[in-house]
């Protein structure tokens, strides 16, 4: 078989059981999983955008724009799954997934980020941005395209 044959027949979006006793129906049904290239490239492109130039600091220096909203829930969506790895939540569920329990969401989070490789990233779209916003009681900002949160997180 062809290198590429062989590429791409490997399941390479690893997952992981993360702690959820703040859900008793489901503590130890929840995965997280390794974000596919795509998705990855998706979250990076929404924290982009929600972020601007932090005129206080630096030259290349950014911060998040007042009101941004559902980071870890977009993070969430895309990267919780059952153990099969298929996706827990569906298009239209940051806000109700924003409203759960910060420390789950924030176990979930790191899980995924670090399977995802993000832990070290150096990337120009993600440096000097962080974690959470500064505000996130916010809910006068529009939410992040639904589109987001793909298909491809069950295809997986």
């Given at each position: 078989?062809?290198?590429r044959?062989e590429i791409?027949k490997?399941h390479d ?7 959820t006793p703040?859900w008793?129906?489901v503590?130890?049904q929840?995965?997280a ?13 929404y924290?982009?955008n929600?972020?601007e130039p932090?005129p206080g600091a630096?030259e ?5 724009k007042?009101?941004?909203t559902h980071?870890?829930a977009?993070l ?17 569920d940051?806000?109700?997934?924003g409203?759960?329990?910060a420390?789950?969401?924030e176990?979930?989070?790191?899980a995924i980020?670090r399977?995802?490789g ?18 996130s ?14 298909e491809?997180?069950?295809?997986s």
């Open positions: 078989m062809a290198l044959e791409f490997v979006l690893p997952r992981e059981m993360v702690p703040e008793p129906a503590d130890g929840v995965y999983r390794c974000l596919s290239g795509d998705e990855r490239d998706k979250y990076e492109v924290l982009a929600q972020s932090d630096g290349d220096t950014r911060r998040m007042p009101g941004t980071l870890r977009l969430v969506a895309m990267g919780a799954c059952d153990e099969e790895g298929d996706s827990i939540f569906r298009d239209g940051l806000v109700q997934i409203m759960k329990s420390n789950v969401l176990r979930l989070r790191i980020r399977l995802s993000m832990d070290d990233d150096e990337d120009a779209t993600a440096k000097n941005l962080p974690e959470a916003p500064g505000d009681s916010s809910t006068d900002s529009p939410s992040p395209s639904d589109t987001l949160v793909s491809e997180c069950s295809a």
